[in-house]
């Protein structure tokens, strides 16, 4: 490329240099700089022509004879505020808001666990219970695997702490399949024999969901699309595409009385790339204004037809802060009337309870827990509701010690929607739809590194008076 333009007497800044380095075969663009008749190109010119057309408002208009079902009924959003951190942070970071975070956090999940009838042991007696069967429910603060291939325990609760043996055995396949699973800072209940100085463990169990719950359906026959890790502002963000699932919302396209459906569209973090979120973030930037980021993403909820409701939490790559949980975005960067939510946030649709969560943790879950992996995100999903908690292990991503864990899941839910990994994935996991929903970023040099290949632009819809789920596709 500086060659041909060297040819045509076009010189270039070193700044532009840079710049035009990763764009060698794009020979629309030397068409364009030569067309400037600029003697010296800058990194500005060069940023100019490279701006996404999206940055201009689309006017989408409908398809003829579309008569869209959605729009026959009002919105039905009812928000649980007591489980959103927005304006209720309090923490300073200091010990006692440790304590108070991971003390609330046992307290919530041992209630789910004590069953009635089961008589309950705490730690601080379980050595007057020698060659006795207990069950306590503790919280894992420590794992290892000994030399014969057992698994090692330390364990705690608000009395005192003991040591937990799972033995390797064939009599014991079944438990020590399931202690494989147990991660740090779990809170599960453990049966087994007092032995001085253990607990022989013979079952683990977390909170987990309810096997038997009727699922809630909407009376109304309207539908959510799901969406998260747009990524507004990337080099990388499948502008394209988008518009597609925006033209099909309009009644363009196959599927139409589905698109007529579609009543709320909830987003699960990651609407712009953001700014500074990882090194050198910026040669992968094509607009790097954190404010013109979020300005594409108000464009694009002006391309929707008016009455959708947008709901929107925040992801790791968003303006807010990085630690988990987050606060809803704020209106100095979005300016669309749209709900704004926190990350995690509970909310209902049309009587239909959701769990919105934009899924940072996955990579500690994966990293954890054998049998996991980022081909099938919504096995990580349903570990996280069998454990009732988003985010297990402390420290595996940035939490932040509030004196409420917000990170607990005190409701199941009738959906249960993440991102973050950009991998579609779906399951229905004791009457809770688990739906991940994918990205409209194409791959990335940091995802071919590592093997990860997305899924862009899939988008599920769910018809809840039917319990349907549907996934459309945008790339064609």
């Known amino acids: 490329m500086l060659g041909e333009l060297a040819e045509k007497g076009v010189r270039v800044t070193v700044e532009a240099e840079e710049l035009l380095k990763s764009r060698e075969a794009d020979l629309e663009l030397i068409v364009k700089l030569i067309g400037l008749q600029k003697p010296l190109i800058s990194k500005e010119d060069v940023e100019s022509l490279l701006k996404p057309p999206e940055l201009r408002p689309v006017e989408v208009v409908p398809a003829a004879a579309f008569a869209p079902l959605a729009k026959e009924f009002s919105s039905d959003i009812r928000l649980n505020h007591t489980l959103d951190v927005t304006g209720k942070s309090r923490t300073r970071g200091e010990v006692e808001n440790f304590i108070s975070y991971f003390r609330n956090r046992y307290e919530r999940l041992s209630r789910m666990l004590r069953r009635n009838g089961t008589v309950q042991t705490d730690l601080a007696d379980v050595r007057k219970r020698l060659n006795e069967r207990v069950r306590v429910v503790v919280l894992i603060s420590d794992k290892k695997e000994t030399k014969k291939g057992n698994l090692l325990f330390e364990v705690e609760d608000m009395t005192g702490s003991f040591k937990v043996v799972v033995s390797q055995s064939r009599y014991n396949e079944k438990i020590l399949d399931k202690a494989r699973g147990v991660i740090l800072d779990d809170v599960v209940a453990i049966t087994g024999k007092v032995l001085e100085p253990y607990i022989i463990a013979e079952e683990i169990e977390w909170p987990d969901l309810p096997v038997v719950r009727e699922k809630s359906r909407s009376e109304n026959d309207v539908a959510t699309a799901y969406l998260s ?57 094509l607009v790097k204004d954190i404010h013109q980021q ?58 239909v309870k959701h769990l919105v969560y934009h899924g940072t943790s996955i990579d500690s879950m994966i990293s954890s827990i054998p049998g996991t992996a980022y081909a099938h995100p919504e096995k990580v999903m349903v570990e996280y509701l069998k454990r009732r908690h988003l985010s297990p292990i402390y420290g595996g991503n940035l939490i932040i010690p509030e004196n409420i864990d917000y990170m607990v899941i005190d409701e199941p839910p009738d959906v249960f929607h993440c991102g973050h990994v950009h991998k579609n994935g779906y399951v229905q996991y004791r009457n809770t739809l688990v739906i991940n929903s994918g990205t409209f970023q194409d791959r990335t040099d940091f995802q071919v590194k590592q093997g990860h290949v997305p899924t862009p632009a899939l988008v599920p819809v769910y018809e809840m008076k039917h319990g349907r789920l549907r996934t459309l596709d945008f790339n064609y």
């Open 229 to 285: 890790d747009i990524h507004f502002g990337s080099r990388y963000f499948l502008e394209k595409k988008l518009q597609s699932f925006v033209e099909w919302l309009h009644g363009r396209g196959e599927a139409r009385e589905l698109a007529g459906k579609v009543k709320y569209l909830v987003i699960a973090g990651d609407v712009v790339d953001g700014i500074g979120v990882y090194p050198n973030q910026e040669k992968e930037l």
């Open 294 to 351: 979020y300005a594409m993403f108000d464009d694009f909820i002006a391309s929707l037809p008016d009455y959708i409701e947008v709901i929107a939490a925040p992801g790791n790559h968003d303006a807010v802060r990085r630690g988990e949980p987050q606060p809803a975005l704020g209106k100095d960067l979005v300016s669309s009337d749209i709900t704004l939510v926190g990350n995690p946030s509970s909310l209902s649709l049309e009587g």
